[in-house]
């Protein structure tokens, strides 16, 4: 079998004469899950999109399952949950209906049982008009509807948004036990904290480009710390900033520095045991400055 759930190769898709994709490379291993993450207009939505077919990219390959989307849609569609960034409901159905509906189109696979439990689980009301839905509990329809019938993958654009904390919590954790049932998940995402908690890697698409795709522990280790120290004595500690991963960013006078370190602090703290020191204090570059750098098209720092 295929170690990838998803191969995506230089896709490019067009809207008129505007180029929302310029040749996307990305792969999804089986059954891990993946967050991709951007900018408004990235090319997120575009992405999820070709992979099923709904819209076609006028450029470059798809391969879902195995599977030649535009070849075959319908069995690419059996065999995944989606749930759409901007999700359209029957507003006079009751969410009964409409996973009834669902259950139907997709062969009767779904258990009742469990659908009744993942709705329990986000507190959803099986028996009211959809129309009687905010926002956040029309999302949740979204969610059991793309998890119910058990897919091998799950794409989900989107999906904690506009819940409250405590239904995104349970939602990552649905997704984090479909992965412990073997299902490889793909989710879009602007929440960070979320793919942290969730992602075993990260994509990032910036103007509809792959800019980075990584282990998401490998980002962390990879985030930036600064450090401040402040010397008892006028100290010429040059060797701290010939240190691998340090760099000096200021010296406030004869007894402070400023560093940058990258990766762990090991060898900085064992070099500068022999001096005599006043204070030291660090803070960690969090993750989402990481991203916004990205974001803000400096790949390069
Ligand atoms: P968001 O985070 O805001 O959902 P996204 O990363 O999902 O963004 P896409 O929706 O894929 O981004 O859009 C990519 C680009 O293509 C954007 O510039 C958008 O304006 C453009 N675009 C998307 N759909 C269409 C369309 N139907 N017609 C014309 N342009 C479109």
């Known amino acids: 079998m295929n170690e990838f759930a998803i191969t995506i190769d230089g896709l490019e898709k067009y809207y008129g004469s505007f180029k929302a994709l310029h040749g996307v490379d990305l792969k999804a291993k089986r059954g891990e899950i993946l967050g991709f993450l951007g900018p408004n207009g990235a090319g997120k939505t575009t992405t999820i999109r070709c992979m099923l077919d ?14 030649n989307p535009q070849a075959e849609p ?43 439990e993942l709705s329990d689980r986000l507190k959803l009301e099986l028996k009211t008009p959809i129309k009687n839905f905010s926002h956040g509990n029309k999302q949740k329809v979204g969610v059991v509807q793309a998890l119910m019938h058990r897919p091998e993958l799950v794409l989900l654009d989107e999906p ?10 349970e939602v990552l954790r649905m997704l984090a036990e479909a992965q412990d049932n ?17 992602a075993d890697r990260v994509a990032v698409i910036r103007e509809g480009k792959i800019v980075e795709v990584a282990e998401t522990a490998s980002l962390l ?8 120290i402040r010397f ?47 204070d030291f204090e660090t803070e960690r570059t969090s993750l989402e400055e990481i991203f916004l ?4 098209g400096e790949e390069d720092k």
């Open 182 to 198: 073997g299902v490889t998940v793909f989710f879009s995402s602007h929440i960070i904290s979320e793919v942290q908690a969730v």
């Open 54 to 67: 709904l819209i076609h990219p006028q450029g470059g390959t798809i391969s879902v399952l195995g599977l």
């Open 221 to 228: 280790h990879r985030s930036m710390r600064q450090v401040r």
């Open 293 to 296: 750098a990205y974001y803000e």
């Open 232 to 278: 008892q004595q006028p100290t010429e500690a040059e060797e701290l900033f010939k240190l691998p991963g340090v760099e000096l960013i200021a010296k406030d006078d004869d007894l402070g520095v400023l560093l940058q370190v990258e990766g762990d602090m090991d060898a900085l703290i064992k070099t500068l045991a022999k001096y005599p020191v006043n």
């Open 74 to 116: 319908e069995a690419i569609k059996a065999r995944v949950g989606y749930l759409p960034g901007e999700l359209h409901l029957d507003e006079n159905m009751t969410a009964q209906q409409i996973f009834r509906y669902f259950n139907r189109l997709r062969g009767n696979r779904s258990n009742w049982d469990y659908i009744e």
């Open 160 to 169: 904690t948004g506009g819940l409250d904390p405590l239904m995104q919590q």
